[in-house]
């Protein structure tokens, strides 16, 4: 009796295909972490006044700071107040400079071993610099003790109060200084910084903005606006600000990454393929953005630049299942020459793959042989795959198809029941049994494995069709 059942397939690939509609894409981006506002530098007398006996100190400090010196501004301050910087570094537990500090300025009434508000306030900005935190805050705060609303003293501890990332503490000096009248670009930087360590970053942007106001040329708050926008999800806001900047800062890869970034996430896909281009172009080699670019150019359908990129990151590290992603996206597209490129990137890495990967390498390979109708070079890469890796279910579906198309009716059974242990193709490797069956004109084995389909995977109503013919088939042999 002749076979006149055709059971309908399913299409089953080995691995996802390569589509950013299906991917979390995200540009790496550098140099747009959050950076520290910079310490004001010491100012002139303004609300403090030092004493008398401190102006040859005063005078000999500036001359050191002024050189950026600040190590050598803090040796030289203490060959006169040795004592006072010996307090301060032992956090004045007993709190003999609190007694001491005065307003400054001059006066009949001022003893000898006063220090004035001011002096702190050089000292603590010296070991602030120096990094020398804690006693920059026990200096600070004697400081205050005399003049309470020292605006600059509150300024600078806010800032130090912010290294120290004591957040809380910080607002309270920051916000003093603003409340005091302080309108700087430096100010609002600093409480842009704060809010968006807070997680504030739409009080983070208002900040930021309103410094830019007062400095428009103040760069590192343009970047760290760029940061807050981009949390606030200020995309196109966040895309109009970094154009600004690279009019400023054409060669600058940071920025064109950013610009991706942010065009990315507003939906400008081409604009973000651009912009990524550009930054590879000036030496962003990041294997992530290799990967980005590859899956963008794909979707445009610039095919050979997506496998160019592919390669490059795979040479440098790039996870080997996006490669593997891209080369079943061209086997889909019949880009069986850029395929063939990739397995060869493939193969110069051959030491660097598990045996799992290699697996998938050699079933490639296959599906280029197959391509070829090199049947015999297909089985070979595929039983090469096999045994890298028992449980590959589309090299063990590949590998039967053949042996059944060769009459190799038990090795097929065998394999496609192998492959039914994976879920993802438990579907296909039954149908295949069934059509088996058929192949030796087994059509009570056929029906029944059709029926075990039907009840394990219930949409397959197209499959009632062919039961119906079979039933009849096992009806007339019967009769026969």
């Given at each position: 009796?002749?076979?006149?059942?055709?059971?309908?397939?399913?299409?089953?690939?080995?691995?996802?295909?390569?589509?950013?509609?299906?991917?979390?894409?995200?540009i790496q981006t550098t140099g747009m972490e959050l950076v520290m506002p910079p310490v004001s530098p010491p100012q002139y007398p303004k609300e403090g006044l030092p004493l008398y006996q401190e102006n040859q100190t005063v005078h000999g400090y500036f001359e050191f700071i002024n050189k950026g010196a600040h190590k050598e501004a803090l040796a030289f301050v203490r060959e006169t107040e040795r004592a006072v910087l010996e307090l301060i570094e032992s956090g004045d537990p007993e709190g003999v400079l609190k007694k001491r500090a005065a307003a400054g300025g001059i006066t009949q009434t001022i003893e000898q071993d006063q220090i004035s508000a001011y002096l702190l306030y050089l000292i603590g900005h010296a070991y602030f610099s120096v990094e020398k935190y804690q006693a920059a805050e026990t200096a600070f705060l004697t400081a205050l003790i005399p003049i309470p609303d020292y605006l600059t003293v509150h300024e600078s501890l806010g800032l130090l109060y912010l290294r120290m990332e004591r957040y809380?503490?910080?607002?309270?000096?920051?916000?003093?200084?603003?409340?005091?009248?302080?309108?700087?670009?430096?100010l609002f930087g600093a409480l842009g910084y704060l809010n968006s360590q807070l997680g504030n970053f739409w009080g983070a942007v208002n900040a930021y903005q309103e410094a830019l106001m007062l400095d428009p040329g103040y760069e590192q708050c343009k970047?760290?606006?760029?940061?807050?926008?981009t949390m606030t999800g200020q995309h196109q806001s966040a895309l109009t600000l970094v154009e600004s900047m690279l009019l400023e800062h054409p060669d600058d890869a940071g920025l064109w990454l950013f610009r991706a970034s942010s065009a990315l996430q507003a939906g400008e896909r081409e604009v973000a393929l651009s912009s990524l281009e550009t930054a590879i172009r000036l030496g962003d080699h990041r294997v992530s953005n290799f990967q980005v670019g590859a899956v963008l150019h794909m979707e445009m359908g610039s095919i050979e630049r997506a496998v160019e990129l592919l390669k490059i990151g795979f040479s440098e590290g790039?996870?080997?299942?996006?490669?593997?992603?891209?080369?079943?996206?061209l086997m889909q597209a019949d880009e069986w020459n850029?395929?063939?490129?990739?397995?060869?990137?493939?193969?110069g890495k051959w030491g660097d793959l598990d045996d799992l990967q290699r697996s998938k390498v050699l079933m490639r390979e296959a599906?280029?042989?197959?391509?070829?109708?090199?049947?015999?070079?297909?089985g070979d890469a595929l039983e090469k795959a096999i045994v890298l890796d028992p449980s590959n279910a589309y090299a063990l579906m590949t590998l039967a198809d053949i042996h059944r198309e060769a009459g190799k009716f038990n090795r097929a059974e065998s394999l496609y029941q192998?492959?039914?242990?994976?879920?993802?193709?438990?579907?296909?490797?039954?149908?295949?049994?069934?059509?088996?069956?058929?192949?030796?004109?087994?059509?009570?084995?056929?029906?029944?494995i059709l029926r075990d389909i039907l009840k394990e995977f219930p949409k397959r109503t197209d499959?009632?069709?062919?039961?119906?013919?079979?039933?009849?088939?096992?009806?007339?042999?019967?009769?026969?």
């Open positions: 009796m002749k076979r006149i059942v055709k059971i309908c397939m399913l299409l089953l690939l080995a691995c996802h295909p390569l589509h950013a509609a299906d991917m979390d894409l995200k809380k503490e910080a607002h309270k000096h920051l916000a003093h200084a603003a409340g005091l009248g302080l309108h700087t670009a430096q970047r760290n606006l760029l940061q807050s926008l790039m996870d080997f299942v996006l490669f593997d992603q891209g080369m079943s996206w850029l395929l063939g490129q990739m397995l060869v990137s493939a193969r599906d280029i042989s197959l391509h070829k109708n090199d049947r015999s070079a297909a192998r492959a039914g242990a994976d879920g993802l193709y438990r579907e296909n490797a039954l149908v295949s049994l069934a059509q088996l069956a058929l192949d030796q004109e087994d059509f009570e084995r056929a029906l029944r499959l009632n069709r062919n039961i119906e013919s079979l039933e009849n088939m096992v009806l007339l042999h019967k009769g026969d």
